[in-house]
């Protein structure tokens, strides 16, 4: 997808507006999955989450390849939409951001906060994104999909640093929500050469990726009702699907409570905030530590934006409802 000079450059881009997030292995943590285990830090970014990154890149292409647009347009669940405002801000660009109908009320305010301005519609993310599309197009503004080229390449960047400052690992695990993580992920891998596998992970109430590599096409879902919400996409993506198909291991799901203990796990071990889907490939792991003795792992924390009552029903032993 992307060869090494290109991810050196992206790398580069992203740099100039936000430090490396670090990558630490963890005693307590490592003690309990059996295995030595390697965390990305993505919820140290200036957004609490990877998807920075992509905004970074894709409103640097948009202003070169579309230098009179006004503003963009998208959708979201909160991580995303940070992403896209904050960089769109920064570049003089209005950001009219679509969440559905009860999204998480801390995102939501981060999103304001970032320069978005927030539309709430429908009754999941994905009839969100319609709307959002359909507005875009009838306003004149840039509609940003949930996964395109430069969206990846700038998301691509947090493997390509992960893969270079830690030592050889045997297995990452990556959510998957429209699919730009594990896709950054294997293209970092790939252009690197390493043999690393990468194993992506679902929700078991969201698992349109999962149904969709066994099925060999695309399966859309009834529902995505997970509070791991940047896993909470009942549509797959099929530019994504060409490449977690092919490039993933395996595709795993995990149970509500799953994440939940995963959450508390790494509170406990590391004092890290996780919002679910940046928990769910430690919970991934966590059901495979046996295979995972004497091997080295890696696990993207992918975001800590948790709502503080969610937290709250975690660390009392509890599973938010969405």
Request: hydrophobic letters at 45%.
């Amino acid at each position: 997808m992307f060869n090494a000079k290109e991810l050196e450059t992206a790398t580069a881009l992203v740099h100039s507006q936000m430090d490396a997030t670090p990558q630490y292995s963890w005693p307590l943590l490592n003690k309990a999955a059996g295995a030595e285990v390697w965390v990305k830090h993505e919820n140290h970014g200036p957004t609490g989450a990877f998807k920075v990154r992509g905004g970074i890149t894709f409103i640097d292409w948009l202003k070169r390849e579309h230098p009179d647009c006004p503003g963009i347009c998208t959708a979201t669940r909160g991580n995303h939409g940070q992403s896209q405002a904050r960089a769109a801000a920064a570049a003089g660009l209005t950001a009219k951001i679509f969440v559905p109908k009860g999204n998480s009320v801390e995102k939501n305010a981060a999103m304001r906060a970032f320069g978005a301005e927030l539309i709430e519609f429908g009754e999941d993310f994905d009839t969100a994104r319609e709307e959002a599309m359909r507005v875009a197009a009838a306003e004149g503004l840039f509609p940003v999909p949930p996964f395109h080229r430069e969206l990846v390449r700038g998301v691509a960047t947090y493997a390509w640093e992960f893969f270079h400052r830690t030592p050889a690992l045997d297995t990452v695990y990556v959510p998957i929500g429209c699919g730009s993580g594990i896709c950054g992920v294997i293209a970092a891998r790939d252009a690197l050469g390493l043999d690393t596998d990468v194993v992506g992970v679902v929700s078991e109430n969201a698992q349109t990726a999962k149904l969709s590599v066994e099925a060999g096409q695309l399966v859309p879902t009834d529902s995505a009702r997970t509070f791991a919400d940047g896993m909470a996409v009942r549509v797959p993506v099929q530019d994504a699907y060409d490449i977690y198909s092919k490039g993933a291991k395996r595709i795993v799901t995990v149970a509500e409570d799953e994440v939940a203990a995963a959450i508390r796990l790494y509170f406990t071990t590391i004092h890290n905030l996780a919002e679910g889907a940046g928990a769910a490939p430690l919970a991934a792991l966590m059901q495979e530590r046996a295979q995972l003795k004497g091997k080295r792992a890696g696990v993207i924390l992918c975001g800590g934006n948790i709502d503080t009552d969610w937290f709250l029903t975690v660390m009392q032993g509890g599973v938010p409802q969405p």
